[in-house]
């Protein structure tokens, strides 16, 4: 039995949001959610979209290689320095949520060397639908599904669907494909999750990761007012 499967607050912050010197830190945000859902495509999107005008970096967590890590280099999202991987070597949440050592020093060390960063990204390594990261380690927290993971995904809940600061159900361009219905997934989703926001993403059409990246810099705007 999981003890550790409380909800902790979406209202609470990490403890520091600031550095040893007093500037202020990056804002962090994490990724989760099940296997293949598209959170390192996401990641690669985001940093295309937002590296102009940000100053970003990434953390993947994968459990025994640098796989997300090494596609987000071959695909040149962000100059290499800016990326780091953390090899979990275990069950991806124990990382995010549980001992969350290896990640905060990935992330603060990011912070030192190519620092002043406006946001890092947190990926974690596949999981299910109890996996939600430590408010310790992010400010904010992604849930990243899809449609081909299976229309009732929404409605079997969890703390990732229903807590997070934001759902994305991704590869709605697969919908037609594998018989998933949409509508049905965006009522189940608002149903578990109230007001907190929901968003519909296929990476290969238009639009791609438009919403999510505006949501981002929603996020930034609130943590640097
Ligand atoms: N058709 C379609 N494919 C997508 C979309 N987003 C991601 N994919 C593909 O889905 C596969 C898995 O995507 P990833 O981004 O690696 O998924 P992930 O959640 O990071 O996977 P893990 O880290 O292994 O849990 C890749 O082949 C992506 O190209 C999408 O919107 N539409
Ligand atoms: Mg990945």
């Not at 979209?49 to 890590?69: G, H, M, P, Q, W």
């Not at 953390?86 to 991806?92: D, F, H, I, K």
Request: proline share 4%; hydrophobic share 45%.
């Amino acid at each position: 039995m999981h003890l550790d499967h409380h909800l902790e607050s979406s209202a609470a912050v990490s403890a520091d949001a600031r550095r040893a010197d007093g500037s202020r830190r990056a804002l962090r945000i994490g990724l989760g959610g099940p296997v293949g859902s598209g959170k390192t495509a996401t990641v690669a999107a985001l940093c295309r979209a937002l590296r102009e005008e940000l100053s970003l970096a990434v953390v993947t967590n994968d459990i025994y290689t640098r796989e997300d890590a090494e596609f987000l280099l071959r695909e040149a999202v962000l100059p290499p320095e800016r990326i780091t991987a953390v090899e979990t070597g275990a069950c991806p949440h124990t990382a995010i949520r549980d001992d969350i050592s290896a990640n905060l020093e990935a992330v603060e060390d990011l912070e030192d060397e190519v620092g002043p960063l406006d946001l890092v990204l947190v990926e974690s390594g596949g999981d299910n639908l109890t996996a939600t990261f430590s408010r310790g380690l992010v400010d904010a927290q992604v849930f990243v599904i899809d449609v081909a993971g299976g229309d009732d995904i929404p409605r079997k809940g969890g703390p990732g669907v229903a807590t997070a600061d934001l759902l994305i159900v991704n590869k709605t361009d697969l919908a037609p494909y594998v018989g998933s219905d949409l509508a049905r997934m965006a009522a189940d989703a608002k149903a578990a999750r109230g007001e907190l926001p929901v968003v519909l993403q296929s990476l290969r059409s238009e639009g791609g990761v438009g919403e999510v990246a505006d949501w981002v810099r929603g996020r930034i705007a609130a943590w640097t007012a």
